[in-house]
T-cell receptor, first 114, second 108 residues
Framework: DVKVTQSSRYLVKRTGEKVFLECVQD?????MFWYRQDPGLGLRLIYF???????EKGDIPEGYSVSREKKERFSLILESASTNQTSMYLC?????????????FGSGTRLTVV | GQNIDQPTEMTATEGAIVQINCTYQ??????LFWYQQHAGEAPTFLSY????GLEEKGRFSSFLSRSKGYSYLLLKELQMKDSASYLC?????????FGAGTQVVVTP
């Protein structure tokens, strides 16, 4: 089975802290994505990457950065956490090109910033 | 631009049928996906449509009309475990745009 693993299921951080959310996939997928999910707003794309060392801004990149040093790992960084970044964060991966299965999602990290 | 619309909530009884509609406007449209998401869990893949028509998978079917920018997910013989949020997602230029999800509540 394709697996996308997010390092933490629940995190509580203080305002101003630097936060790292890690995501690893084991199926050699080229594409990786970070979303946040909030009630009534659905999934919103933060950043994505189509290749190692490549990154593109999604719809809501402000306050976030990413790193993709290896194909299997895509990290989301909150440079200085704020309370409005309290959310569920979902990592996803997919193959490049024609794709009948869409994304495979990780189990999510519920981040609370206090 | 990109826009996905689907109803917020639907309620149905066990054994019934429910149809969740989704309209989309997606640049470079490549396909339409439906995902199921139970509370506190990650979305899981349900179906994929790229050509017009109906795709049937057991109790679940999905329909696509590309010319109308319209899809629906049909859930038949509803079971209590089908209570979940159902996400419509369109793919364009390799990126997915998600609707806010339709919460389906199945009652006894």
């Amino acid at each position: 089975d394709v697996k996308v693993t997010q390092s933490s299921r629940y995190l509580v951080k203080r305002t101003g802290e630097k936060v790292f959310l890690e995501c690893v996939q084991d199926m050699d997928h080229e594409n990786m994505f970070w979303y946040r999910q909030d009630p009534g707003l659905g999934l919103r794309l933060i950043y994505f990457s189509y290749d190692v060392k490549m990154k593109e801004k999604g719809d809501i990149p402000e306050g976030y950065s990413v790193s993709r040093e290896k194909k299997e790992r895509f990290s989301l960084i909150l440079e200085s956490a704020s309370t409005n970044q309290t959310s569920m964060y979902l990592c996803a991966s997919s193959v490049q090109g024609a794709n009948n299965y869409g994304y495979t999602f990780g189990s999510g990290t519920r981040l609370t910033v206090v | 631009g990109q826009n996905i619309d689907q109803p917020t909530e639907m309620t149905a009884t066990e054994g019934a049928i429910v149809q969740i509609n989704c309209t989309y406007q997606t640049s470079g449209f490549n396909g339409l996906f439906w995902y199921q998401q139970h509370a506190g869990e990650a979305p899981t893949f349900l179906s994929y449509n790229v050509l017009d028509g109906l795709e049937e998978k057991g109790r679940f079917s999905s329909f696509l009309s590309r010319s109308k920018g319209y899809s629906y997910l049909l859930l038949k013989e509803l079971q209590m475990k089908d209570s979940a949020s159902y996400l419509c997602a369109s793919e364009g230029w390799g990126k997915f745009q998600f609707g806010a999800g339709t919460q389906v509540v199945v009652t006894p």
